[in-house]
């Protein structure tokens, strides 16, 4: 028997159109390094999202399921684009802007982008790549920057505002399905190839939800979130969707990511959340012990992306930030767990539950398989590779237009799961805890060593600002640890000690017996330690390496 309830497609039209009404008061405020920030309601958004879509399908001829790229900051033009291009039932295609140009070329063809809208600030990174870029016929240029270096350009160059101006500020959107590609984003390849994500429009809806659950941010119309997490990395994590559900105001800090200015916005505007991946917090935290801050309006923190080190957690605590840890992937849109704790604890007993990735919310199931492809039991100890599956998890990449969607073995098993890459236990309640990524994990003697744990521990002494563990081979062993140390200012080096202080919180076979000082630990694109190149300058005796 079906049943009596309507079917009304679940679409990003539908957030816009709640939006800009029942929240058009909401604001999205843009850093500028002008002394007035930008302020845009949602209502005023809305109006010029419609603009954008005329622009888009009556002077540059955007149809059908076409792409639209971004290569832009966070602020209020992206937030446009983020609706107007998919209620018009085209694919926003968010290029992320630290891609080695090589990629960006890569992801461009392979999406068969037809239109980039850009930030000026980022064209003299554009600029050189048109030439390698044929599917794009047309460039919008939006906020400060010069032009000239688009002089010659093959694509026709557009000004922004100059396009939307004058036109309607209502859109008759088209009834879409709801299963329909709204928008894609490419992993950043940390582990390969960049692979392209293709998110519904239903996917990003129910997404939305989840994020505004109580269980995971749980903001409402009286937060406003500082969303630091670039919109062309996993959607900004649903925030910009979400906030147009509940209508939190968003604060965007266009391209002054540095500690300073985020420091400077935290004060001024005092956003009551905030989102980011971990080094952003180590740098502000930085920042603010050399030159105090009032950060304490933001309350709450969501930290994911990479694991947070609970010394991390401690430190802003004590600022009176609670962090709140997170974990998912481009593949997960991204929400996958969170970490609140249960009701009815000490904050001491909150503490275990705090340091662990999270948990899962009702709309993604997750399972742990072990080496033999058996299933394990959550049990906080048997440790596997995480697999997951749900509405807003990828089951297949984009193979291109006109190839078969990419279902590679090592990603997804043969039952649909996404198979994460990252390895780590789940406890009787349900919180997961990750110990590694399949291939950064230690593989000494047969046994495995967690270069997370090693890194916590590591970052947890006073003198450390950043550590990052890797895999070397070693003869006896197979493979042994690498400790690579960035220490804070004024801090000098004395390997015994800082061994002896991680003997304090792990077992003996597992402490390192290499350890190296570096500037500071590489970085990939979405700022998460790239262990890819430390390993290469190991390879290629380009560390000063001591053994004790
Ligand atoms: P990429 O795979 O290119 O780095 P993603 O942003 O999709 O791009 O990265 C997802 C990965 O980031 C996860 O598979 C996991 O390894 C890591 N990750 C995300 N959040 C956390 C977290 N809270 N703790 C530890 N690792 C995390």
């Not at 909401?26 to 622009?55: D, K, N, Y």
């Not at 999406?111 to 030439?131: H, R, T, Y």
């Not at 590694?436 to 997370?452: C, H, L, P, T």
């Amino acid at each position: 028997m079906l049943s009596t309830m309507q079917d009304v497609p679940l679409t990003v039209t539908r957030i816009l159109s709640h939006g800009m009404t029942i929240h058009g008061k909401s604001q999205v405020t843009t850093w500028t390094g002008e002394p007035e920030p930008q302020r845009r309601s949602f209502a005023e958004i809305g109006a010029r999202a419609a603009q954008l879509a005329h622009a888009l399908r009556d002077e540059l001829g955007v149809t059908g399921d076409q792409r639209v790229a971004t290569l832009m900051w966070n602020n209020a033009e992206h937030v446009e684009a983020y609706f107007a291009i998919p209620s018009m039932g085209a694919v926003l295609h968010t290029l992320n802007l630290r891609l080695a140009p090589e990629q960006l070329v890569w992801v461009v063809a392979h999406a068969d982008d037809q239109v980039v809208i850009v930030n000026g600030s980022l064209l003299p990174l554009l600029a050189p790549l048109l030439p390698h870029l044929p599917s794009l016929r047309h460039v919008v240029v939006t906020g400060p920057g010069d032009r000239s270096v688009l002089d010659g350009a093959a694509p026709r160059v557009h000004e922004y505002e100059e396009l939307l101006a004058g036109r309607p500020t209502a859109y008759d959107w088209p009834d879409l399905d709801e299963r329909q590609a709204a928008a894609m984003c490419y992993t950043s390849g940390t582990t390969g190839d960049p692979k392209g994500v293709v998110y519904s429009h239903r996917s990003i809806y129910l997404h939305s939800m989840q994020v505004n659950m109580t269980e995971s941010m749980g903001l409402t119309d009286k937060d406003t979130s500082l969303v630091v997490v670039p919109q062309f990395h996993v959607n900004a994590w649903g925030l910009p969707h979400a906030t147009f559900m509940t209508g939190v105001n968003m604060l965007m800090p266009d391209r002054f990511l540095q500690p300073a200015p985020l420091a400077e916005m935290i004060e001024s505007e005092r956003p009551t959340h905030a989102a980011a991946v971990p080094t952003i917090w180590q740098g502000l935290l930085a920042e603010v012990t050399a030159h105090p801050r009032d950060l304490s309006s933001m309350a709450r923190v969501t930290i994911g992306g990479a694991a947070c080190p609970p010394s991390l957690m401690e430190a802003y605590d004590k600022l009176g930030v609670r962090l709140c840890h997170a974990w998912g992937m481009t593949e997960t849109s991204p929400l996958g767990t969170m970490a609140n704790p249960p009701a009815g604890l000490t904050a001491e007993e909150e503490w275990p539950y705090r340091v662990t990735q999270g948990r899962f919310p009702a709309g993604v199931e997750a399972r742990l398989v072990g080496p033999g492809g058996e299933h394990l039991p959550w049990d906080g100890e048997s440790a596997g590779e995480l697999e997951v599956r749900g509405s807003w998890i990828a089951g297949a990449y984009y193979g291109g237009a006109g190839g078969e969607d990419l279902r590679p073995e090592d990603k997804f098993s043969e039952d649909g799961w996404l198979k994460t890459g990252d390895v780590g236990v789940i406890s009787d309640e349900g919180f997961l805890t990750l110990t590694d990524r399949a291939k950064d994990v230690i593989k000494s003697g047969g046994e495995w060593i967690s270069s997370v744990e090693l890194e916590n521990a590591i970052m947890a002494h006073p003198d450390v600002a950043e550590a990052a563990v890797v895999a070397v081979p070693d003869d006896k062993w197979g493979e042994r640890p690498l400790a690579t140390v960035v220490l804070k200012e004024g801090a000098t080096a004395d390997y015994a000690a800082l061994k002896a202080f991680l003997a304090r919180s792990v077992a003996k076979w597992q402490l390192p017996e290499r350890w190296t000082i570096i500037p500071a630990v590489p970085k990939t694109s979405v700022g998460k330690f790239d262990k890819k190149v430390i390993r290469r300058q190991y390879a290629d005796g380009e560390l000063d390496v001591t053994r004790l």
